[in-house]
């Protein structure tokens, strides 16, 4: 174990043209053929190292799992390891016209180089120690690599969902919390309401009082559904996005808010949804629909990911000298899906930079090698 770090160190080098070669091979998540081909790349680039099999991605690119050809026993011990990330990135196809890969200032930058393709490429590489170290795992180890998780993981969810309930332990490959790359052992649910109103047009000149606003209606609702946020609990309501009407001398017969809900803790959740469908038109001319609902359940600290968040301290303090941080956050990942279903999930594994999904999107250089080595020390671990 004492060797893991020097190699990582050592294989710094290679690491850096890996990644390089990922992020200069865009992968938006709404060019599937782009994602593909991100997909082909990698699946060539672990020859000897893992046995690849593809998923279907419905509109999206294909999603990727890699098992691991690792030393220890033929017959692993029940509960795989399993990592999970994405390919699929924010970034429009030629952005890197705009940003550039580049090595500059201590960081590596380019689109998609922190969210998440360091993630994916340390992952690779830690396995890739184990395997030149002949350090022996007991457990089978993979990672899951999905096209769609920027975009809400609606085609994959059921594969990550049934993937994690056949693993012991499952390692988020998402970039850290901030420059101290604080692992993240607690996420926010995220979900969204549409509350869609319909009124009664009508000539705002000749015929007012015979129209019902949909808009007046709807700034009614709106007042109240942000009334639903409990900043104490970690609930939040945000109406982000609101339309209707269509022209300023008609009374809107329609309109509609776009509402994104968070959660720390599942169990608010019920009282939450109850308080959406419950919304009563305040004029009764007007009538309500209420659609949607949550889509990622909270990742909440469990014994479970309390136990992982602790493992990893210990081997980091131990063998990387290097006293590890936790963090919660209010974004989703999937890790949100394989912590909901109890599995113990440790998050933020990957990447420390900043500037997820902004220009500035970059990594630090010097934290390549102990997050690198921080996966292989796990993995070795939880293999036992």
């Known amino acids: ?45 672990v020859e000897g190292l893992a046995r690849v ?23 692993k011990k029940p509960g795989r390891i399993l990592g999970v990330g994405h390919s699929d990135t924010v970034w429009p196809l030629g952005s890197l016209k705009s940003m550039p890969w580049r090595e500059a200032d201590g960081r590596l930058w380019g689109p998609g180089v922190l969210d998440m393709k360091s993630g994916l490429a ?16 007991s457990r089978q180890v993979a990672l899951w690599i999905v096209s769609d998780e920027e975009v809400g993981s609606e085609v994959s969810r059921p594969l990550t969902e049934n993937l994690a309930k056949e693993s012991s332990a499952v390692l988020v490959a998402e970039p850290g919390t901030g420059l101290a ?14 509350v869609a109103v319909r009124g009664m047009a009508s000539h705002a000149g000749v015929d007012f009082a015979a129209g019902a606003s949909a808009i007046v209606e709807l700034a009614r609702q709106i007042e109240k559904i942000a009334g639903f946020t409990n ?48 919304l009563k038109p305040v004029d009764k001319r007007c009538s309500l629909e209420v ?16 136990a992982l968040y602790k493992a990893a301290s210990e081997l980091a303090g131990k063998y990387l000298g290097l006293k590890l941080e936790e963090s919660a956050t209010g974004g989703g990942s999937d890790g949100n899906f394989t912590a909901g279903l109890g599995v113990p999930t440790l998050d933020g594994i990957g990447g420390v930079g900043e500037g997820a999904h902004a220009a500035n999107e970059s990594i630090l250089v010097d934290r390549i090698a102990d997050r690198t080595a921080l996966l292989a020390l796990l993995v070795r671990h939880l293999g036992q």
């Open 122 to 137: 340390f992952f690779l590489s830690a396995m890739k120690l184990l395997q030149a170290l002949d350090l022996p795992v």
């Open 231 to 278: 900043l104490a609990k970690g609930l939040t309501v945000n109406p982000g996005v609101i339309a209707g009407g269509t022209r300023t001398n008609v009374i809107a017969a329609e309109a509609r808010v776009e509402v994104d809900i968070r959660i720390a803790k599942m169990a608010d959740y019920a009282g939450l949804d109850r308080k959406f469908r419950g």
């Open 53 to 75: 099999k593809t998923f279907p991605g419905g509109r999206f690119g294909r999603n990727l799992l890699l098992t691991f050809d690792l030393p220890g026993p033929r017959k």
């Open 181 to 194: 790359g604080k692992l993240k052992t607690a996420r926010k649910g995220v979900g969204d309401y549409t």
């Open 1 to 45: 174990m004492d060797s893991i770090l020097p190699h990582a160190l050592a294989q710094q080098p290679a690491i850096v043209n890996f990644l390089k070669d990922l992020v200069e091979c865009e992968s938006p998540s709404d060019d599937a053929a782009a994602v593909n081909r991100f997909v082909d790349l990698v699946a060539a680039r």
């Open 291 to 306: 659609t949607g609902g949550l889509n990622r359940p909270p990742m909440e600290r469990t014994k479970g990911v309390a």
